[in-house]
């Protein structure tokens, strides 16, 4: 029986183990994943948990197989630099977004669940890929911090090349204001008491989480002291007074709140008689000549 070339042989024992290497990646992916479920219940830590594990292991098993390939000593030191320095000229992008990568994983700047915008992109993080972000996209076309359904993919190296904005990490909410104009012979401090009471009946349910989460914030960062309670603040403008509700939400909610709060506030301005809500008007005081057509 004739023998195959020891050539053949080698080719076959590491198509071999290089496909025991590909089932071991994938058997440990599935391990480390169950292991995760098991332990981490946040379902945000889990997913971004599950991406750091996921694109380590894959790693390392390209990094085994290129070892089955190529061998260990001096040719495999040659040939990772002789590859290494090809993908860098020719595969820039990629480089810059695998570091981006890195600088996101090591920065802590955004983990999977986050609220976003990274340059003109904002939603709530997917995935966090070795090259590239998934994101769902919210905004656009709609007015407010609402999905608009698309699935917006962003490379890596965008956090180096654009500011990230982070809505959630830190501190779930936000300050949000709305602005009423009334007129001058409105009893505007009756107005001001009344948004103020909305104010504070929509914020009661999370002000101490929230204030308690900022006190945390202020602890780890320089910042200065601030308040989550409801606030009033009044411009006087040459047509009406503004009234300027400011507060706290859920970075998620804000929309919705917001929504609710306008509905309750215009309810109660309409049944006081002595509270107008201002708007525009113009004055129509002639029209020129019309000449005939000659």
């Given at each position: 029986?004739?023998?195959?070339?020891?050539?053949?042989?080698?080719?076959?024992?590491?198509?071999?183990?290089?496909?025991?290497?590909?089932?071991?990646?994938?058997?440990?992916?599935?391990?480390?994943?169950?292991?995760?479920?098991?332990?981490?219940?946040?379902?945000?830590h889990l997913h971004t948990l599950h991406m750091l594990v996921r694109n380590t292991i894959v790693l390392a098993g390209c990094i085994i197989i290129l070892f089955i390939w190529l061998g260990v000593g001096?040719?495999?030191?040659?040939?990772?630099?002789?590859?290494?320095?090809?993908?860098?000229?020719?595969?820039?992008?990629?480089?810059?977004?695998?570091?981006?990568?890195?600088?996101?994983?090591?920065?802590?700047?955004?983990?999977?669940?986050?609220?976003?915008?990274?340059?003109?992109?904002?939603?709530?993080?997917?995935?966090?890929?070795?090259?590239?972000?998934?994101?769902?996209?919210?905004?656009?076309?709609?007015?407010?911090?609402?999905?608009?359904?698309?699935?917006?993919?962003?490379?890596?190296?965008?956090?180096?090349?654009?500011?990230?904005?982070?809505?959630?990490?830190?501190?779930?909410?936000?300050?949000?204001?709305?602005?009423?104009?009334?007129?001058?012979?409105?009893?505007?401090?009756?107005?001001?008491?009344?948004?103020?009471?909305?104010?504070?009946?929509?914020?009661?349910?999370?002000?101490?989480?929230?204030?308690?989460?900022?006190?945390?914030?202020?602890?780890?960062?320089p910042l200065h002291e601030t308040m989550v309670e409801p606030s009033l603040y009044i411009v006087m403008t040459d047509n009406w007074i503004e009234m300027t509700l400011r507060y706290v939400v859920d970075a998620r909610e804000r929309r919705k709140v917001k929504g609710e709060l306008h509905l309750e506030l215009l309810?109660?301005?309409?049944?006081?008689?002595?509270?107008?809500?201002?708007?525009?008007?113009?004055?129509?005081?002639?029209?020129?000549?019309?000449?005939?057509?000659?």
């Open positions: 029986m004739p023998q195959l070339p020891d050539t053949y042989i080698s080719v076959i024992f590491k198509l071999t183990f290089s496909l025991i290497t590909v089932i071991l990646t994938a058997v440990a992916n599935r391990v480390a994943v169950n292991m995760l479920r098991v332990r981490v219940k946040d379902p945000a001096s040719n495999f030191t040659v040939a990772m630099g002789i590859l290494g320095a090809g993908i860098a000229f020719a595969s820039q992008e990629v480089i810059g977004s695998f570091a981006g990568y890195l600088n996101i994983v090591t920065g802590s700047m955004f983990r999977i669940g986050d609220r976003v915008r990274i340059g003109d992109v904002v939603g709530d993080v997917l995935d966090i890929g070795m090259l590239r972000t998934t994101v769902m996209e919210i905004g656009e076309w709609v007015k407010a911090d609402q999905y608009t359904g698309r699935i917006v993919t962003v490379a890596n190296r965008m956090v180096f090349a654009a500011p990230v904005f982070n809505y959630t990490q830190h501190w779930r909410y936000l300050w949000d204001e709305i602005m009423i104009p009334v007129t001058y012979t409105s009893d505007w401090k009756r107005a001001g008491e009344i948004m103020l009471e909305h104010g504070r009946e929509y914020t009661a349910d999370f002000q101490a989480q929230a204030q308690d989460e900022l006190q945390a914030l202020m602890k780890a960062y309810r109660h301005f309409e049944s006081k008689v002595d509270v107008t809500v201002a708007s525009a008007t113009f004055e129509i005081v002639g029209f020129p000549p019309l000449r005939e057509a000659k």
